[in-house]
């Protein structure tokens, strides 16, 4: 499910995850651009603004080796999976 709604989003790159709790999207198509008057230059900036636009909890990459990611828990609800991605489809939008 967590695939298949991110997948709706235009720029996230998604892999599958073998075995994990979470997703790693690759979302460089979204560096250099400016959102809601943010401009996002890093995973890092992608990540602070998530969290700020759209209140959703997200980890850059840069921690695990791959500064072009950022890390996605589902070990949530169904519920609060799909707003979290609703609220995210919708501040890049």
Sequence with gaps: MVLELLGEIDGFK?????????VFPDVTAFFG??????TIQTANDFSMFLLEEANV???TGEAFGAPNCVRLSYAASV????EA????KEVLS
């Design 14 to 22: 998604l892999n599958i995850p073998a075995g994990a709790f979470y």
């Design 33 to 38: 651009k400016t959102i809601k008057g943010k």
């Design 57 to 59: 909890a997200t980890v």
């Design 79 to 82: 519920e609060q999976l799909k």
């Design 85 to 88: 991605i609703k609220r995210i």
